[in-house]
């Protein structure tokens, strides 16, 4: 149960797009197409902002999208805004029915 | 609207037990696999316990097999985390968190409980 590997920080400029990547295995990410991305603010409780690798749930911005290419998963935020600055986990199903989460990534919008 | 509470936190000794509680309203709570994952200080998240909607496969990461009981009671619509055999590196709010059946993402979390194990 190794976490998923994720960029310990990105940063971009208001109005610019950034990439954050998350690297599993063939038992997790490359297996499946049950990756998804969640946003926490300091403090504050996750939020849903990607499921089944490239789904927005209602209410969140399409400024977010996300992908998958064998083994790795991306979060993509295209028009950066201050209200981006948080971190960003990926979850992926297992082929041991449990969960794993990537070790988090911080957003900094300078 | 949907809501789930956590609570029972607090600090405990290492070798003791604690148990958390989740309540939950807004849903039908019967429908729904339910999660517990949580967050050491200043770390990442970690996900803990996965138990069916109905009870009947319960699943646990490797970090807490042996030590940590996950359980529901549908009637009363509320999650619980039974933890034995408390360690220092279990400290970390604990957050619960609900699956659809059909679904491996968490659609809903609620607020966290705080757990420090220290003597």
């Known amino acids: 149960q190794s976490a998923l590997t994720q960029p310990a920080s990105v940063s971009g400029s208001p109005g610019q797009s950034i990439t954050i990547s998350c690297t599993g295995t063939?038992?997790?990410?490359?297996?499946?197409?049950?990756v998804s991305w969640y946003q926490q603010h300091p403090g504050k409780a996750p939020k849903l902002m990607i499921y089944d690798v490239s789904n927005r749930p209602s209410g969140v911005s399409n400024r977010f999208s996300g992908s998958k290419s064998g083994n790795t998963a991306s979060l993509t935020i295209s028009g950066l805004q201050a209200e981006d600055e948080a971190d960003y986990y990926c979850s992926s199903y297992t082929s041991s029915s449990t969960r794993v989460f990537g070790g988090g990534t911080k957003l900094t919008v300078l | 609207q949907v809501q789930l509470v956590d609570s029972g936190g607090g600090v405990v000794q290492p070798g003791r037990s604690l148990r958390l509680s989740c309540a939950a309203s807004g849903f039908t709570f019967s429908s729904y696999g339910m999660h517990w994952v949580r967050q050491a200080p200043g770390k990442g998240l970690e996900w803990v316990a996965l138990i069916w909607f109905d009870g009947s496969f319960k699943y646990y990461a490797d970090s807490v097999e042996g030590r940590f009981t996950i359980s529901r009671d549908n009637s009363k619509n509320t999650l619980y985390l039974q933890m034995n055999s408390l360690r220092a590196e279990d400290t970390a709010v604990y957050y619960c968190?609900?699956?659809?059946?059909?679904?491996?993402?968490?659609?809903?979390w609620g607020q966290g409980t705080l757990v420090t194990v220290s003597s």
């Open positions: 968190a609900r699956e659809t059946t059909v679904t491996y993402f968490f659609d809903c």
């Open positions: 063939s038992s997790d990410v490359g297996a499946y197409n049950y």
